[in-house]
Nanobody
Framework: QVQLVESGGDLVQPGGSLRLSCAAS????????MGWYRQAPGKPRELVAQ????????TYADSVKARFTISRDIAKNTVYLQMNNLKLEDTAVYYC????????????WGQGTQVTVSS
């Protein structure tokens, strides 16, 4: 079992920055991939950024490239999402996701943290 707790969501003005954190506990030693997704009202959940840990491969949604950065602190078992130059369309609930073992391994989600970009 894996438990994920996100934090860092807030209300921010366009052009501002936020850093989201996802603290993982439990059986995370076999994590295959860790990532961030988001869901805006009335829209499906979408991938924001993901790292496949074994290969160090990161993937970003086109809409956030050059603005968002995913990173991990192995000692703290925490994954971060640094978000810069935030736009109105970044408003959503952001979710942390962990997949264990392989691409087809069990998946765990956090409870989500709200990011609101508004002037």
């Amino acid at each position: 079992q894996v438990q994920l707790v996100e934090s860092g969501g807030d209300l921010v003005q366009p052009g501002g920055s936020l850093r989201l954190s996802c603290a993982a506990s439990g059986s995370t030693f076999s994590a295959y991939a860790m990532g961030w997704y988001r869901q805006a009202p009335g829209k499906p959940r979408e991938l924001v950024a993901q790292e496949v840990i074994s290969g160090g491969i990161t993937t970003y949604a086109d809409s956030v490239k050059a603005r968002f950065t995913i990173s991990r602190d192995i000692a703290k078992n925490t994954v971060y999402l640094q978000m810069n130059n935030l736009k109105l369309e970044d408003t959503a609930v952001y979710y942390c996701k962990v997949t264990l073992g392989s691409f087809f391994g069990p998946t765990y989600w956090g409870q989500g943290t709200q990011v609101t970009v508004s002037s």
